[in-house]
């Protein structure tokens, strides 16, 4: 891969991630403080986005794989994409809010895969190429919460602005990208092929079932993370609210470089444990921190999401590779998304929503009862998972 393109991809990456960056981190804190949406409102449309991703295998399945070079389908998504999110921004009520900002979804999750394919279809050699390429997706996102900061725009409608700015960007330079065909022009579809549901035959593993089901369950405090934190941030008086929930971002580039290391020490297993303590520690770090009192028990909950992310997702997605056959391989894979990413946080959304609702007073939350609800559910899910998982053999850890 010569210089130019590893360049080319490179900020194809970061502004792919600066897109969603600029509105995720604070949008929640901005719809309810700002725009006076509902818990519920404001959890169903941070909900789009795992709708959008059990959506976005059927579109990249029967269309973006079959019939479009994915540069262009890239391009073209993104500026429908910027549209329906500056139209968003400019509404004033749920009702118009909330289509224009699934629109937006719809066309910006599809895109997580395409870039994937523009990267890996310029690489010989993936497996050491694109995790240097991929880092520059994390930058951007950390570089999207530190500029909206700086800007002074965490609660404010602009945000949608900077990510509209960034998708117009990104669109337009998608056309310049390498070439990318159609990979499976000519093949035949199938729905289940699609959703990776040809890796159910993995599910007769007692273990492999295990890890799906907690990695389902696990996903549903996530929520509770990805969407509450920001208005967590700013009730505890935090201005930068989206430059300090970068930090964990931060986190996640250190714990991903040293995670060859942990991963030959511990196996697939503990590091699963690993990463589900660390939420379960997060979350109790939250629920007991008290107004007014240091922030150092806050910040320390934020930065472990190196740990949370990097040592379970990343195992997991090592172990769903080692465990499926080479067939279905990319099925499975597709499997664990939908399942994580799709389902689970979509059901999370609800249910934040409803325990948030249900502890606000007069527009004032109750944290310490709306954290130890995704606390004791993390928990859970780690008993179950400590309970009947059993780590893969030594020899396949290894060659993984």
Not at 35 to 59: E, H, K, R, W
Not at 63 to 76: K, S, T
Not at 184 to 206: E, F, P, V
Request: hydrophobic letters at 55%.
């Amino acid at each position: 891969m010569n210089p130019s393109v590893r360049t080319k991809l490179s900020l194809m990456m970061f502004l792919q991630y600066l897109v969603w960056g600029a509105w995720f981190a604070t949008g929640y804190a901005f719809l309810t403080k700002k725009m006076g949406f509902t818990d519920v409102q404001a959890a169903s449309c941070y909900a789009t986005t795992n709708l959008a991703a059990m959506i976005a295998p059927f579109f990249m399945g029967m269309i973006a794989d079959r019939f479009f070079a994915a540069e262009r389908v890239l391009g073209v998504l993104h500026l429908l994409g910027a549209l329906f999110i500056y139209l968003a921004s400019q509404q004033t009520s749920f009702g118009s809010f909330y289509p224009l900002l699934l629109a937006h979804t719809l066309c910006y999750m599809p895109t997580m895969a395409l870039t994937n394919s523009v990267a890996f279809a310029q690489m010989s050699n993936p497996g050491r190429q694109f995790p240097g390429v991929r880092v520059l997706g994390t930058i951007g996102w950390i570089a999207a919460g530190q500029l909206v900061s700086m800007m002074k725009i965490d609660l404010d409608v602009r945000i949608f602005h900077v990510a509209a700015i960034a998708g117009i960007v990104l669109g337009i330079f998608s056309f310049t990208l390498p070439h990318t065909p159609p990979r499976a022009k000519g093949d035949k579809a199938s729905i289940g092929s699609i959703l990776g549901l040809d890796a159910l035959s993995l599910m007769k593993d007692r273990s492999f079932a295990i890890f799906m089901i907690g990695s389902f369950l696990i996903c549903i405090p996530l929520a509770f993370y990805y969407n509450m934190t920001g208005s967590f941030l700013a009730d505890r008086g935090v201005t930068d609210v989206a430059g300090t929930m970068s930090w964990g971002q931060m986190s996640e580039i250190f714990f991903m470089l040293v995670f060859p290391l942990f991963f030959a020490r511990l196996g697939v297993k503990w590091m699963l444990v690993a990463g589900m303590v660390a939420w379960a520690a997060r979350y109790m770090l939250f629920a007991g921190h008290e107004a007014g009192a240091s922030m150092w028990p806050v910040y320390l909950g934020v930065i472990l999401h190196g740990i949370c992310y990097d040592f379970f997702f990343v195992t997991g997605q090592v172990y769903v590779d080692e465990r499926a056959d080479a067939k279905i391989r990319s099925a499975a894979q597709g499997f664990i998304a939908f399942a994580t990413y799709g389902l689970g946080m979509f059901v999370g959304s609800y249910i934040q929503g409803a325990v948030a609702e249900k502890y606000t007073v007069e527009g004032v939350k109750a944290w310490d009862k709306i954290w130890t609800i995704p606390a004791v559910g993390a928990v859970g899910v780690l008993l179950l998972f400590m309970a009947f998982f059993r780590s893969p053999p030594a020899a396949k850890q290894v060659a993984a």
